[in-house]
Structures are given as C-alpha cells and as structure tokens.
C-alpha cells in the first residue's frame, strides 16, 4: 500500500471511533507529565530516581501496549479497548531488552559524534582558523554521523509490533525480523512520518492538545504499515 493509502485506510478505521484512542493518549500523556513534574520539583534524591525509574518503566510498557492496541484496533475495525493495552510479560520483557539495546547504541554512537565534533572545534580553536564555513562543516559533519541513528531506529521500528504479534519469537529473532521486513522500506517509513509534519506544527498552535488526535493517527498509520509489510512478507516467504 502507498503513503497516501496507509493513511486513508487509518483515517477510515478512526473515523467515529476516536474516543477510546483519545482518551489512551490522554491517560498515557497526564501519567508521564505527572511523573516527570514530581521529579522535576522534588528536592528528594530518592523521589527524582523513583519517578524516573516509573516514567522509563511506562515507556517501555507504552512501546508494545501502543503497539498491541492499534493492532486490535487495525484488525477489530476501530473495537478495540483500553485491556488491549495490557500485553504478557514476556512481551514487556523483550521490550526492555530493545530500549536497553537502543540506549546502549545511542550512547555509544553520540560519544563518538561529540568526541569528533569537538575534536574539529578544538582544532580550528588552535589553529586560529574558526569561520562560518567551519562551523557549518562541523554541523553538517555531526548530521552525517547521525544517519546511522535514524537508519538503525527505522530497521528497529517494527519490532514492537513483532513482539505481540509474533510472541513465540525471542528479542534477537524479532530484531532480525524487523531488519529483513524493512529492508526496501527505511524510506516508506521516513516519510510516512515526515508527512506528519504539518499536522505536527499545526498541534502546536493548539498548546499541545492537537496530538491528543494526531498521535493515535500517526500510530495506526505505523501500525496498517506493519500489517501491510508482514502480509506481504508471509507472501514472498510462501
């Protein structure tokens, strides 16, 4: 399915049935502001690691139970419930095992963008040679660096999705099976996402509020993605 129909198909499953998407995003939105207001305004050492410790936890919880939602939603036209949000424990599990991955990466991948980047700045510094078109060098050197981030986030972004709905597979074979199903299809999904942009900055304009309908839209669009690629890779693996 092209772009324009992923996001046809989404808006046709939403359609009279945005209140129970809505009021997910609402809930998961007022839990993780609520957490991360106590850790910001507390004094107490052990209430800041707390409340962290449950923000990361809910994430990791929200990766696969956004993704089990949406595929009831998807495949129960628009019936799905706030119990799809709750997913096995196995599932959880190996979605702390991709944040815990993805972290690791991500920390490894910006210690060496940093450590070049300021390793150019320190040398112009000395060199006595900083100008415009360094600084602009430096930069575009720093984005190129991060095209390894964003390539590997999209190999990964199907993951959850195989979590649930693949549960007899562990986290290594999930992760592969991302990787093959999304090989050829990095840049569908770049762009699918860059599509939302304009609703995006629209929502803004609405103090936020806006994404309480946009999320679930952009989510079932990743989901009806999903689908789409998993039945066409049953086919070809037949």
Request: net charge neutral.
């Amino acid at each position: 399915m092209t772009r324009v129909e992923l996001k046809k198909l989404s808006k046709s499953q939403l359609k009279g049935n945005w209140k129970t998407p809505v009021l997910v995003m609402l809930v998961y939105t007022i839990a993780v502001m609520a957490l991360s207001f106590v850790s910001e305004f507390s004094d107490s050492m052990g209430i800041n690691l707390i409340s962290t410790i449950f923000v990361l936890g809910l994430e990791i919880w929200f990766i696969v139970g956004f993704a089990n939602f949406f595929l009831r939603f998807s495949e129960n036209d628009g019936k799905a419930k706030f119990d799809d949000l709750l997913v096995s424990k196995k599932a959880v599990l190996k979605s702390l095992g991709l944040f815990t991955l993805m972290f690791v990466i991500g920390i490894v991948l910006g210690i060496i963008i940093i450590f070049a980047t300021s390793s150019m700045i320190a040398y112009s510094i000395l060199s006595e040679s900083v100008s415009t078109g360094m600084i602009v060098g430096v930069l575009i050197f720093a984005i190129v660096l991060s095209i390894p981030i964003v390539i590997l986030e999209l190999a990964l972004a199907m993951t959850p999705y195989i979590f649930v709905d693949k549960e007899e597979l562990g986290l290594i074979d999930s992760i592969k099976l991302s990787i093959k199903m999304m090989k050829g299809n990095k840049w569908n999904l770049f762009v699918i996402n860059l599509s939302f942009i304009g609703w995006a900055l629209l929502c803004i304009l609405t103090l936020g509020i806006g994404y309480l309908w946009l999320g679930p839209y952009i989510q079932l669009t990743i989901t009806n993605f999903y689908i789409d690629l998993d039945n066409n890779f049953k086919e070809i693996s037949i």
